[in-house]
């Protein structure tokens, strides 16, 4: 049912991706001008302008795809297997999202040794982590729907 732990955690690893799209994942200050890197792209920060240096389509198409099918997944709860995979599939494209996010923070200007690591690097593992505590639901439910068969 759409109430089932499950849901909660797929929720809440749909809202963990879409963080990415607004909560930097480095940020580095040369002199007077800050840059940083969310998932649409490198930005720098000059006073109180705020200009895109270069855009990355790439790495905001898979995180809104990411948040996308862990929104929809919710509505698999009729087929457990079905949602336990796509789950699994969810996972591996967040692995993927996290490389381009460490690829493309590469390109900050100073570097990675000069740049400082924001909470948006570290929300692809915790989405990850909601996606395998909505793989553990999805077991509990089959458990569950398996020893009430039993009783039949």
Wanted: aromatic fraction near 8%; include cysteine.
């Amino acid at each position: 049912m759409i109430q089932r732990i499950q849901s909660v955690w797929l929720l809440l690893a749909a809202i963990t991706i879409s963080c990415l799209l607004f909560v930097p994942m480095v940020t580095a200050t040369i002199g007077n001008t800050n840059y940083y890197v969310i998932a649409s792209g490198l930005y720098q920060k000059v006073g109180n302008n705020t200009t895109q240096l270069e855009s990355s389509t790439p790495l905001m198409l898979s995180a809104i795809a990411s948040a996308l099918i862990c929104l929809v997944n919710i509505f698999n709860f009729n087929n457990r297997k079905r949602q336990k995979f796509i789950t699994r599939i969810v996972s591996i494209l967040i692995i993927g999202l996290s490389f381009l996010c460490s690829q493309f923070a590469q390109k900050i200007p100073g570097g990675l040794e000069s740049a400082n690591y924001n909470i948006g690097m570290f929300l692809p593992i915790i989405a990850i982590i909601f996606c395998l505590l909505a793989v553990r639901g999805i077991n509990a439910d089959d458990k569950l729907i398996r020893s009430a068969d039993r009783l039949r």
